[in-house]
């Protein structure tokens, strides 16, 4: 198993010769919120469909 830091690495190695450095803070952005998300939802903090309607709705009110 790779340590954190060689998937960062690898993430940055495929990334294109040109890219900046906001490209590559972009991308290691995402991959922290996807990583973040997919802890929640491992550890049942989710919200049904009907939840987020909800909520939407009463965001999307005001």
């Known amino acids: 198993m790779s340590t954190i830091k060689q998937q960062i690495i690898e993430l940055i ?4 010769e040109d890219c900046t450095i906001e490209d590559i803070h972009y991308h290691l952005y995402v991959r922290e919120k996807v990583e973040h998300g997919l802890r929640d939802a491992g550890e049942g903090r989710v919200y049904t ?3 987020v309607e909800k909520r939407m709705t009463k965001w999307l009110a005001k």
Do not use: D, I, R, Y
């Open 49 to 51: 469909q009907e939840e």
């Open 13 to 16: 190695k495929g990334l294109p």
